[in-house]
């Protein structure tokens, strides 16, 4: 997510981007902050918050280096865009069993209609975003298809749903891994964005449909998982529970622990990052002057790893998408909503956390509004001042927003409202 080599993370949208983030706003925006019962709101609000801040880390600011203050953006590198798409299943969900199940859409054109709607004006957005180069790896236009693709599953019970997502992060990236030298993407080549000048012809649309599938920067295949992850934590974790936010946040560790710390075993005890080195020698020769070979390997591809080793499917490494990184990703997010959920659930903790659940329940507008700035003056940035200008200026106009809307339909912020709005009226139509 980011700028240069950067990458592009989060914003996902989830962009999650903080596309998530419409999801569960509503019944944020309902609840304003505070402890008692909106305290799980609040929280899950408060993490989309900081993935924002993570993703302007990445996005603007300078290149993570393993010193002082950069440790702070090698922990943003690589989990925005995962934390953006974890929480858009667990917003999916949080959605879902707000709603009366007598006042649900039945049959297939009232349950159907508004989410293709929906999905179709992110789709647009995101392809107008990135036909702009912006700098960054739209990724409005994955979530379309993560949203359409997440429909079906929620209708799956508890127990199925969470087995089907504990599989899917191993399969996924096992299906990225295999399927990838099929369509000529074996050591290179992945990690694009479809752009609006793609659907103009035959190549460019069925291009444009393998990367949102397989081979762009959050491909269905790799990114689908947290998804999955999200929607089953949300199931299996009422985090209005003490006792069930706590379990979020020491499962959530174990998780982390478990990816990260099976990668390191991986590559320093049982060398994994040896023999990776051999195979950059034969595939990747260009990247063996690289201080790190296997970092710049997969600096020029992100959402999948080069199909010429199965040791690749070993790493960790921020954007290398394999089970242990998903699996380290999807315990970061989990333990931080556990975390802020117990923060959120005291008047002082709810306190603390209002600027970032503000920012986060508006974090689609942000997202869109920092992307229309990297296209035209903060085009290039990369520095700590860039990224406290693009923090700060979040934070301090998302609280003006909702001050100042607070009695508005508008209060859920500007895009995240045109979004509803469309929704809705398509839906009538």
């Known amino acids: 997510m980011g700028t240069g080599a950067g990458a592009e993370a989060g914003a996902e949208a989830g962009a999650e981007a903080g596309t998530g983030a419409e999801a569960g706003?509503?019944?944020?925006?309902?609840?304003?902050?505070?402890?008692?019962?909106?305290?799980?709101?609040?929280?899950?609000?408060?993490?989309?918050?900081i993935a924002v801040l993570g993703m302007f880390a990445v996005h603007v600011g300078p290149s993570p280096q393993p010193e002082g203050a950069g440790y702070l953006l090698l922990a943003a590198d690589g989990r925005a865009?995962?934390?953006?798409?974890?929480l858009a299943g667990f917003s999916l969900v949080l959605a879902q069993r707000g709603t009366d199940p007598a006042r649900r859409p039945r049959g297939w054109a009232a349950r159907w209609r508004p989410l293709l709607i929906r999905c179709a004006v992110l789709a647009v957005l995101g392809l107008s975003l990135a036909s702009l180069w912006p700098g960054i790896l739209v990724i409005l236009a994955f979530f379309a298809v993560y949203f359409l693709a997440a429909e079906p599953f929620t209708r799956l019970s508890t127990p199925v749903l969470t087995a089907v997502?504990?599989?899917?992060?191993?399969?996924?990236?096992?299906?990225?891994?295999?399927?990838?030298?099929?369509?000529?993407?074996?050591?290179?080549?992945?990690?694009?964005?479809?752009?609006?000048?793609?659907?103009?012809?035959r190549p460019g649309l069925a291009a444009a449909v393998c990367e949102l599938l397989l081979t762009g920067a959050y491909p269905l295949a790799t990114y689908f998982p947290y998804v999955l992850?999200?929607?089953?934590?949300?199931?299996?974790?009422?985090?209005?529970e003490r006792v069930m936010a706590w379990?979020?946040?020491?499962?959530?560790?174990?998780?982390?622990?478990?990816?990260?710390?099976?990668?390191?075993?991986?590559?320093?005890?049982?060398?994994?990052?040896?023999?990776?080195?051999?195979?950059?020698?034969?595939?990747?020769p260009e990247a063996m002057a690289a201080a790190d070979p296997v970092r710049e390997v997969l600096n020029s591809q992100f959402g999948a790893v080069p199909s010429t080793s199965w040791d690749w499917l070993l790493l960790a490494d921020p954007y290398s998408q394999t089970p242990l990184e998903t699996l380290g990703n999807a315990g970061v997010g989990c333990a931080l909503i556990g975390l802020c959920a117990l923060a959120?659930?005291?008047?002082?903790?709810?306190?603390?956390?209002?600027?970032?659940?503000?920012?986060?329940?508006?974090?689609?507008?942000?997202?869109?509004?920092?992307?229309?700035?990297?296209a035209g003056p903060a085009h290039?940035?990369?520095?700590?001042?860039?990224?406290?200008?693009?923090?700060g200026a979040a934070l301090a106009l998302t609280w003006v927003w909702q001050r100042v809307?607070?009695?508005?339909?508008?209060?859920?912020?500007?895009?995240?409202?045109?979004?509803?709005?469309?929704?809705r009226v398509g839906a009538r139509a």
């Open 25 to 49: 706003t509503e019944a944020t925006a309902q609840k304003r902050i505070g402890g008692g019962g909106s305290g799980r709101l609040a929280g899950v609000d408060a993490v989309r918050g």
């Open 81 to 86: 865009p995962a934390l953006f798409t974890l």
């Open 165 to 201: 997502a504990g599989a899917s992060v191993v399969v996924g990236p096992l299906l990225s891994f295999l399927l990838g030298p099929l369509f000529g993407y074996g050591s290179s080549g992945r990690g694009l964005v479809p752009e609006a000048a793609d659907l103009a012809s």
């Open 229 to 240: 992850a999200g929607m089953a934590l949300a199931r299996l974790c009422d985090i209005r």
């Open 247 to 284: 379990r979020m946040a020491v499962w959530g560790t174990a998780a982390a622990v478990a990816g990260y710390g099976g990668a390191w075993l991986a590559g320093h005890v049982f060398g994994t990052r040896q023999r990776l080195l051999e195979a950059i020698a034969v595939h990747h």
């Open 344 to 374: 959120a659930r005291h008047a002082v903790g709810a306190r603390l956390l209002r600027p970032l659940t503000v920012l986060g329940a508006m974090a689609l507008s942000a997202y869109v509004v920092h992307a229309l700035v990297l």
């Open 380 to 391: 290039g940035a990369a520095s700590w001042s860039a990224w406290l200008a693009f923090s």
């Open 405 to 423: 809307w607070a009695d508005s339909p508008l209060r859920r912020g500007p895009v995240e409202h045109a979004l509803r709005v469309a929704t």
